[in-house]
């Protein structure tokens, strides 16, 4: 190298003194340097990473919350929604649903005028439980029996024939306390005295028993017939004996069902007589015909 020449220029050597006398500084500004180019590194892909990735967009939605339902009062006489209605319906979330009225839930307490009239009647029948009223005649208009029938033996009828008419002229007289009113005892017209008649139903108690009411069944009404009672171990003779008392007044059976109301309920018979004394209306000598009982029930004073 040439005097003043610092490196050489063929190989690249320094020449003596050229790189000078290490000190802390030349460390210091070195230092320096690469604490400035690191941090700026960082920097660098900081910010290439921040751009390098897409910001996410928030998105905000609002949600309408359905108001609670508020009453309306209709106006008078008109109903919401019913046509020439003057109240108008608040709609919910924009769907335009009609809000229906408020319903009370207290019941409503009918006025002292008003009145309610309940009727109740079964799936069969209907039956009355007032007491029956009597006419003036001491017939009844409830064919319903209050109390329970006096309980016959199946042998206390017989026929009532004082004046010895054809046996061959009567029916079997316990078909008229059999309960069946289909069946019935039956007694023929005398055409040589229809339409009169002189013949009866003789019920035996076989013990004195108080009677207040006979019911009679009959097919045959049109009638005449009266209730005689009498005591003693056998039934009078005839109809015209006294031992027979009147219990009821002579009288035409007009309807299918009588109920007669007796007289002397207090006392008590032995033997209880259904006297026929004239057939119905239509039974003459030429087409004399016959009386039916199809049954008699006799009941207790109440």
Known sequence: MA????????????????????SWRSAATILGAVAVLVLGAAAAAVA??????????????TVAQASAPTATTPATGTTPGAPGSTSKAKTGLGLGTVK???????????KASEKTTTTTTSSSETKTSTTPSSTSTGETTNEESQQ?????????ATTYNPYGYPASGFGDPSLAIDGDTSTAWTALVNPATAPKMAEGLLIDLKAKQKVAVL???????????????????????????????????????????L???LRDSAKAFMFITLWISKAPASSTPEAPGHVDVNEVELFPPS
């Open 100 to 110: 229906p009225p408020k319903i009370p839930l207290t019941a409503v307490t009918p």
């Open 215 to 257: 019911e009679l069944v009959t097919s045959t009404p049109g009638m005449s017939i009266q209730v005689y009672g009498a005591n003693g171990h056998t039934a009078p003779a005839s109809i015209t004996d006294p031992a027979w008392i009147p219990l009821s007044a002579p009288k035409v059976a007009k309807k299918k069902r």
């Open 48 to 61: 290439a990473l921040s751009k390098g990735t897409p910001k996410a967009h928030v998105v905000t939605t």
């Open 148 to 156: 329970s029938a006096i309980v016959l033996d199946t042998n206390a």
């Open 3 to 22: 005097a003043g020449q610092d490196w050489c220029l063929q190989c690249g050597a320094g020449g003596p003194g050229s790189l000078g006398t290490p």
């Open 259 to 261: 109920r007669i109301s």
